[in-house]
């Protein structure tokens, strides 16, 4: 059952699980953020991630042409009326920018005009974001079919990147690079500026930061817009990694309620750990334990919630 | 009387079902105290709510220098430069001492020089500027306080608002709390005093207004009522 591996496959392994942790990251932090600062139950958080693939792979095949959306099935005839030009050049990671914009778009209507009508009820919050899961997989079958996608990996990332004498897939160390990057800016966001003191205080007390003149409901827009778009994000970089394909949004939620609980909910640096810590369990134990693999993910899970409630590195919650 | 720093008109207000302010008319007048007294439950932190925007007012008006905001949020009363110390502290937890102060922080609404910023509440407050990057969470009571009462000034606000700010504190404290409310007073500043304690409020203010189970039960100049005091127990309870 237990299938012995060597330094060569290990080293590949490693270098996966990090590149993966590094996606799961951008999926789990906003998921952390949204659940952490507003307690909304975010179901359709897999939804953005697949939603920006989606959005990513269909760009990057020529990059954003009008032509392109009056293709696009049902809903291109309504770009008739455009001339044929190119509206972005087929560059990966500015796409993946992209994605995340339109995807944060979205993610803002939600919040503003369905979420917030159900302020600080949880069920109601979980039911509405699992049915809108449920109305973006359906839209994205229709749209974009049920053939999976897998565009190529950009072109400036192909080959290997050496590190003393080991060689490195130059694309998921890239991942890595950019999870970290991210990870830090949010931290210095949220803890550190102004508009992050603000958001804590529109958590700590919602009435007396409005009194502060704080927009308390303008920032949560953001925040919930920002978890998105990140998804989104991730969700791009992830594409020639992952694929797309229906779904992908179902797969993609489990791992990003399971770091959270890991990591501890509404904490960056348990989202960062957790990340890592799954993309590790979840490459070793499939190329080890591929029997078992499903199992050695969640038994982290379980042992973290009997034993330590708020997650490793989870303040608890008052 | 001077020009109204702001005005409750006839305010009715209710919890759901439950009518807590009836008929309520009081006003501030430009630069000067009103103190604001009645018992447990009278409706003082409800007058607060209604002006603040966090309760809406069913019936009556709510003015700011002449200006009606009774159907305005809470943050576009607060950009009109009204300012609240709530009841019980309510400052920001999580947040260091210096996180508190800056998130309120706003220009005068009359574009005129911001008198309050950072260095000036630190000055004022020298115990706030020694636990700046504390979390606000570890101060003492009486510290609490003064990071309440500098919030609030950080909005460089024209009407101050401040409920029960002795409430829960040493007498001592309580003595340095009266003595910033003299200094901010002296300043120029509107302010309302909510106060149980008539003791406290008298001397300073220039008007009294006494609630009564969410009534005005008296409205007169403080100097009326310094002497004749007795005659007010049946409004305020034993003291
Ligand atoms: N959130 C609320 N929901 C329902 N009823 C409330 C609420 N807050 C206050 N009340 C009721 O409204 C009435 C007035 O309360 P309010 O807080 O204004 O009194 P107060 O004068 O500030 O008293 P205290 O001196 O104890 O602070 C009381 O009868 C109180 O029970
Ligand atoms: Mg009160």
Sequence with gaps: ?318 | MANSALSLIDVDAFYGDSHVLEKVSLTCGEGCLLGLLGRNGAGKSTCMNVTVGLLPARRGKVTVFGEDVTKLAPEAISARGVALVPQGRRIFKSLTVRENLIVAARKPTNGGKAAWNLDTVFAMFPRLGERRSQMSAHLSGGEQQMLAIGRALMANPRVLLMDEPSEGLAPQIVAEVMATIRHLKASGLSIVLVEQNPKLVFDIADDIVILNSGQVAVTAPAADLRDGTADLRQHLGVF
């Design chain 1, 1 to 318: 059952m237990l299938r012995y591996i060597g330094f060569e496959e290990a080293r590949l392994l490693a270098i996966s699980s990090f590149a993966y942790g590094g996606l799961l990251f951008l999926l789990s932090s906003g998921f952390s953020l949204i659940f952490g600062l507003m307690r909304i139950p975010n179901l359709m958080h897999g939804s953005f991630f697949m939603l920006g693939a989606y959005f990513g792979v269909s760009m990057l095949e020529k990059g954003l042409t009008t032509d392109a959306l009056k293709a696009i099935p049902k809903i291109g005839g309504a770009f008739n009326f455009l001339p044929s030009f190119t509206i972005l050049p087929p560059n990966f990671f500015l796409i993946a920018i992209i994605s995340g914009l339109l995807v944060a778009g979205i993610g803002a209507l939600v919040e503003r005009y369905l979420l917030r009508r159900l302020n600080g009820q949880e069920l109601p919050q979980v039911l509405l974001t699992l049915g809108l899961s449920f109305v973006i997989a359906d839209l994205c079958l229709m749209i974009w079919t049920g053939d999976p996608w897998q565009p190529a990996t950009p072109a400036e990332l192909r080959g290997v990147v050496q590190f003393g004498t080991l060689f490195f897939p130059l694309y998921r160390v890239a991942i890595i690079g950019i999870a970290v990057v991210i990870a830090v800016a949010l931290w210095l966001m949220v803890d550190w500026t102004r508009l992050g003191a603000m958001i804590r205080a529109g958590v700590d007390d919602p009435q007396i930061a409005r009194v502060c003149g704080i927009k308390v409901s303008q920032l949560f827009t953001l925040v919930f817009a920002l978890g998105a778009g990140l998804a989104a994000f991730g969700g791009v970089v992830g594409a020639p990694y992952l694929s797309v394909y229906p779904g992908l949004d179902a797969d993609m939620l489990p791992l990003a309620l399971i770091v959270v609980i890991l990591g501890g909910t509404g904490s960056l640096l348990g989202a960062l750990v957790g990340s890592f810590l799954i993309g590790l369990l979840y490459n070793f134990g499939q190329a080890m334990v591929p029997d078992l693999s499903y199992v050695i993910l969640f038994l982290p899970m379980l042992l973290v919630l009997v034993l330590r409630p708020q997650g490793l590195f989870g303040r608890s919650i008052p």
